[in-house]
């Protein structure tokens, strides 16, 4: 993604205040290791009173620059659209102003899926409020659109995979469908191995022959290396176009 590297001769932040932003929970900290704050995000949280909650509860902590994980779609670093559970106002907010550094913007499954990333073709999936999905391939990031695409019946993979889906399915059932999703998926974009994070991935029992669970604090990693210099992470790239249900 343009402008995620950093250029030959700039000096690499040592300290990021990492944000993972969800649906019903905005967690950060700074840098990859230290105590992880959080607070209640929902339907009523705008980009302006997180960075404002962010900035009260990180007390003053020394950082070099910022890194958001948004859970919606993220074109050349910049939101494209505004995220479907929280407020408004997200698509042009100035972050680098609000916050006086430097600011990155990924995509929340993407951000996570950088910090569990061990090599090859990785499918990451985020079963959380919603569905993410981002597609890594050979240090290449590909930020997708996946879960707002038909499954059944109408629905979308959210729809059956998110927790508004888990809650109409059952727990059981909803397990069910997520490794009958997981199956289609693995196959069809060749993924070496697959990576289901999120919340709801506690939620699951036995995994199959190559799909492993991943670590939510994996985003925070996620958020370091998306600053670190070429070659020494994967490089975010993002999706050609949105794909609508």
């Keep these: 993604m343009p402008g995620n590297r950093t250029a030959p001769g700039r000096r690499v932040p040592r300290r990021i205040l990492v944000i993972d932003v969800g649906g019903s929970h905005v967690k950060f900290r700074v840098d990859g290791r230290g105590r992880i704050l959080k607070f209640p995000s929902g339907p009523e949280l705008g980009p302006g009173r997180m960075t404002a909650k962010v900035l009260k509860r990180a007390d003053g902590a020394a950082y070099d620059a910022v890194s958001i994980g948004y859970p919606g779609l993220v074109f050349h670093g910049r939101i494209a659209a505004e995220p479907h559970n929280l407020g408004e106002g997200w698509m042009g907010f100035d972050f680098a102003a609000a916050f006086g550094k430097p600011v990155r913007v990924v ?46 019946k109408g629905h979308t993979f959210e729809d059956f995979l998110g927790e508004h889906g888990r809650r109409r399915l059952g727990t059981r059932k909803w397990r069910r469908a997520v490794l009958d999703v997981v199956a289609h998926l693995e196959a069809a974009l060749e993924a070496d191995y697959v990576v289901l994070g999120g919340g709801n991935a506690a939620r699951l029992k036995k995994l199959p022959p190559g799909v492993r669970r991943g670590e939510n604090r994996n985003a925070f990693i996620g958020g370091v290396r998306i600053w670190q210099q070429r070659g020494a992470a994967p490089r975010p790239r993002a999706p050609r176009r949105a794909v609508q249900a």
């Design 107 to 152: 995509n929340d499954a993407a951000m996570q899926a950088i910090g569990s990333y061990r090599g090859g073709r990785m499918l990451f999936l985020g079963l959380g409020t919603g569905l993410g999905a981002t597609l890594i391939i050979d240090g290449v990031v590909e930020p997708t659109e996946i879960g707002h695409m038909p499954y059944r």
